[in-house]
């Protein structure tokens, strides 16, 4: 199993991530989501993220789930490299 940051801890299908492993997790995940928010808002791109990650119920398995508002022509077809930019290795959707 891969990881935000740090190295690499392997579970077995049937352990339970540390409450400490979820807690890094996320905090990795709402900083890479707050770098993707503040490139695209640079690109006047309007997102909102929402999904787990908004309703505090994101884990190991979860994406970040971004809801864009508002984005201008000349951008649209950059705005997923953005994300993907900002985020690395984490798994995302873009609504």
């Known amino acids: 199993m891969r990881f935000l940051t740090g190295a690499p801890e392997l579970l077995t299908p ?11 997790h996320r905090a990795a995940a709402i900083a890479a989501a707050k770098r993707a928010v503040s490139q695209l808002e640079q690109k006047a791109i309007k997102v909102l993220v929402t999904g787990s990650l908004a309703d505090n ?3 190991l398995h979860s994406d970040i789930d ?3 508002v508002e984005c201008p022509r000349e951008v649209k ?3 997923e490299g953005i994300v993907e930019d900002a985020l690395g290795s984490i798994p995302f959707d873009v609504i």
Do not use: E, G, I, N
Request: proline share 5%; net charge positive.
């Open 57 to 59: 119920t994101f884990d």
């Open 66 to 68: 971004f809801l864009v």
């Open 77 to 79: 077809y950059a705005l």
């Open 14 to 24: 049937t352990q339970k991530p540390s409450s400490k492993m979820l807690a890094h």
